[in-house]
């Protein structure tokens, strides 16, 4: 059973630390997105990458945030300083571009700001 | 972006069907009608999708208007299991397919 898996599933940190989260997609999935959930934003689209390569970073707090795929295997959120906003569960989602079916996501990763 | 607009939440009884409405009038030809749910504590997941013509499958019915301006997931009998948080998304098949743009969605509680 083809899952995209996401660690850690659980972060604590503290204010000015540096986070990083990973994502593996399904195998032959060629589109990786990061989403953030937060109680009063919802779901919002960070990035995604289609073949690797980064298509829309619109979403994202560029001084802080940055998202890489250095394969097709792993991909990574990194914030660099962690601000306690930043607090909200991140998650990765993976695809087949220009396909009509759906988009799976990972468990998630629940980040605390302390 | 077309938008849509959803009820903020919704309750059924269970066993019951259930119709969960999605407001779409602003739909472009090219915009395909997406359903994702997200139980507590989960990641979305796909539930149905369809472009003019009503859909089925093994967890939904879709039911498009003629005019596209809206349409129903139907639920043909709820079960504790389905109560989420239901999404309404439209994908613009030309110009953003990949993307997926959550709105706030119905949160549907299912009563036993």
Known sequence: ?114 | DAKTTQPNSMESNEEEPVHLPCNHSTISGTDYIHWYRQLPSQGPEYVIHGLTSNVNNRMASLAIAEDRKSSTLILHRATLRDAAVYYCILRDWETSYDKVIFGPGTSLSVIP
């Open chain 1, 1 to 114: 059973d083809a899952r995209v898996t996401q660690t850690p599933r659980h972060k604590v940190t503290e204010m000015g630390q540096e986070v990083t989260m990973r994502c593996q997609p399904i195998l032959g999935h060629n589109t990786v997105f990061w989403y953030r959930q937060t109680m009063m934003q919802g779901l919002e689209l960070l990035a995604y990458f289609r073949n690797r390569a980064p298509l829309d970073d619109s979403g994202m707090p560029k001084d802080r945030f940055s998202a890489e795929m250095p394969d097709a295997t792993l991909a990574t959120l990194k914030i660099q300083p962690s601000e306690p906003r930043d607090s909200a569960v991140y998650f990765c989602a993976s695809g087949v571009s220009y396909s009509y079916n759906e988009q799976f996501f990972g468990p998630g990763t629940r980040l605390t700001v302390l």
